[in-house]
């Protein structure tokens, strides 16, 4: 019995290693995109004087990257928080655009 249980933990161990495998070689495209945006916003928010922690959950909590950069700048200038917020909704507002586009019931026929 205990062989037959250390050949199923083999054979899914193996098929784990390959499905990561093919994971990260089709995430690879991404990461050469994200990798510069990070170090751009990254280097932008601490010239900006946010923390680490800070900068990081900017990018956490701020899906649009304009949005992200324009917030930042703000910060940096020692903006009030009212433009900093409406700007970033502003800017941010249009993947609600999208996503109605895209949910629009024209589209399917």
Known sequence: MNQINS???RTNLQDNLVI???ASIAIFPLCAAVIPW???CGSLSIQAGLT???AQSMS???FAGAAQLAGVS???VASAPLPILS???IIGSRHLLYSAVYHSPSLYP
């Open 20 to 22: 990561m495998y093919q």
């Open 52 to 54: 680490p922690l800070q």
């Open 38 to 40: 990070g170090i751009l």
């Open 87 to 89: 700007s970033t909704f």
């Open 60 to 62: 956490l909590f701020v």
């Open 7 to 9: 050949t199923i933990s």
């Open 74 to 76: 703000l910060i940096g």
